[in-house]
């Protein structure tokens, strides 16, 4: 079972999850979660690919739903404490192995309210994934569950990317 972005290498996906997968380690039901596939890797849809992830969220299956992503290079220091801010095993694992050792920013995505996000993860994107001249693609999928069905429409969306000046930090120490 791959969804629509398994497989993908070198990539990292945004899923908004409505189908419950105990077999790819799926948080219950609603979810949404951040995958990456590392550096040079291929990513897959199993949550050992995941960074981090939330339930806390309405039911996606039902009305209309507003979207907002947000990766910013340098670490906001207050987004630790908020109660969206989540780091998996893995996001764990490129602390450890020194891979974000210039330090880190953060992904947020934000559902309907859009000044208060449902999920923040730890990410330094230049050094999880083989970008070309700080470039990657942007695209979309869609799957539901075996015996289920649903419409999944993007009714309109934008795209903005800003330069930031990234600021090196001293390496991180994990014990």
Do not use: C
């Amino acid at each position: 079972m791959a969804l629509g972005y398994g497989g993908l290498q070198n990539a990292l996906a945004v899923e908004f999850d409505t189908w419950f997968n105990p077999e790819l380690l799926d948080v219950y039901e609603n979810h949404i979660s951040v995958h990456v596939s590392g550096n040079g890797g291929v990513v897959q849809p199993n949550h050992t690919y995941s960074l981090g992830s939330t339930s806390n969220l309405p039911d996606l299956t039902e009305d209309t739903h507003t979207v907002r992503i947000v990766y910013k290079p340098n670490l906001d220091e207050r987004m630790l404490f908020d109660e969206a801010f989540t780091a998996s095993t893995l996001a764990g694992n490129f602390f450890s192995s020194g891979a974000w050792r210039s330090g880190i920013g953060l992904l947020a995505i934000y559902l309907d309210d859009m000044n208060s996000p449902a999920l923040t993860v730890p990410l330094r994107i230049e050094n999880t994934l083989e970008l070309f001249h700080g470039r990657a693609w942007v695209g979309f999928t869609g799957a539901t569950g075996a015996n289920a069905w649903q419409t999944l429409d993007i009714l309109s969306w934008d795209f903005h990317s800003l330069r930031h000046n990234i600021v090196s930090t001293p390496q991180l120490l994990v014990t």
